[in-house]
């Protein structure tokens, strides 16, 4: 995926072959979500920083 739509800023969202399948404000409600959708597969978890974090981060 290359970039992140601005929806998802400030929120994990979780990834299954490159498409976001699950977002929400905490690890736990999007993992939950996630294993809900798709019980056997390995789903990767991404928090998306908001642009006042990124610029903290510079």
Do not use: N
């Amino acid at each position: 995926m290359k970039s992140t739509p601005p929806q998802f800023s400030g929120k994990y969202v979780a990834f299954l072959d490159d498409q976001i399948i699950a977002f929400g404000k905490t690890t736990l409600e999007v993992y939950q979500k996630a294993k809900q959708l798709y019980q056997q597969k390995m789903v990767s978890l991404l928090y998306v920083l908001t642009k006042r974090e990124m610029v903290t981060l510079l």
